[in-house]
């Protein structure tokens, strides 16, 4: 029996094992964007811009621990602090309580993704 190269590679897998198979890899790539893309950002805020000096006062200890722990919330942070006046007032609190919230999703999501590695 032979295969076509150009088979997909669930065309021999059930229905429903496939679908938590694209639901497992939506996950994973979930996971990794929120892991890199506000780290990258805030990368590019501390190499073009000086707000997240401003944004933290000057304190780099804040930043580092932003960056490692809580990328998403730093982020909105320091973005909404450069929005406006040189302060987070406001809705912007809503901005940064709703990264607060992705933070803790991608946190909860690696841990059940992790997680599901070792069961089986």
């Not at 580092?64 to 942070?77: C, E, I, K, R, S």
């Not at 991608?106 to 992790?114: A, D, N, P, V, W």
């Amino acid at each position: 029996m032979t295969t076509n190269p150009m088979t997909p590679l669930t065309a021999n897998v059930p229905r429903s094992h496939s679908d938590a198979l694209v639901t497992h890899w939506y996950g994973w790539f979930f996971f990794v964007s929120s892991l890199f893309w506000p780290r990258l950002c805030i990368v590019v805020f501390w190499i073009f811009g000086q707000f997240m000096l401003d944004a933290f006062h000057h304190n780099w200890l804040i930043q580092v621990v932003g960056f490692l722990v809580l990328p998403w919330t730093t982020m909105a942070y320091a973005l909404m602090w450069a929005l406006t006046s040189h302060g987070v007032f406001g809705w912007e609190w809503l901005c940064v309580a709703a990264a607060l919230f992705f933070d803790l999703l991608t946190y909860g999501e690696g841990r059940f993704l992790i997680g599901g590695l070792f069961r089986k």
